[in-house]
């Protein structure tokens, strides 16, 4: 998907028309930014010779995007999942947003923000082949404390008995 986000070059090898490899060829083909999962790239002139002596046709190769661990894809757009400590979530706070670049962006939740909650990030997602970028969606996944003091035992139960259920 990195491939996909910034565009590169791969090194491929065609074969003959009858798939055989007694005359491959390396072929350097540019991938452009924001190809999509598979999106058809054309190499005009790499295919198999044309019939009774004629030019070479061209070589047709379909892209293929394997999933991301942390992004999904969905055309332009991107989603990630971010976790956010309890107390953020409930108070408000501060979270860092991974980006396909690499880079982290950082997110207010505001007070009282809900687990599934989902923020936009304009303009962080995908880049359109037409120019512009998508953008990336911020779901947070409020992480519950675990191995509690027992000061924070005492807290919690306090605060269970002041709300009603």
Do not use: C
């Amino acid at each position: 998907l990195e491939e996909a986000y910034a565009g590169t070059a791969q090194v491929v090898q065609a074969r003959g028309e009858d798939g055989t490899a007694q005359q491959p060829r390396r072929l350097e083909v540019t991938i452009p930014a924001g190809v999509r999962h598979g999106a058809r790239i054309r190499v005009p002139g790499a295919g198999s010779p044309g019939l009774g002596g004629g030019p070479s046709g061209d070589l047709y190769l379909v892209v293929s995007i394997p999933p991301h661990p942390r992004f999904e894809r969905k055309g332009d757009h991107l989603s990630v999942d971010v976790p956010v400590p309890l107390a953020d979530a409930l108070l408000g706070g501060e979270v860092a947003v991974p980006t396909l670049k690499g880079s982290r962006l950082a997110l207010h939740i505001p007070p009282e923000s809900q687990n599934g909650q989902t923020f936009r990030l304009a303009g962080q997602g995908m880049p359109k082949t037409g120019g512009g970028q998508g953008d990336l969606f911020a779901r947070l996944k409020v992480v519950l404390p675990s191995q509690l003091s027992d000061r924070e035992r005492e807290l919690i139960q306090e605060l269970k008995s002041l709300r009603p259920s």
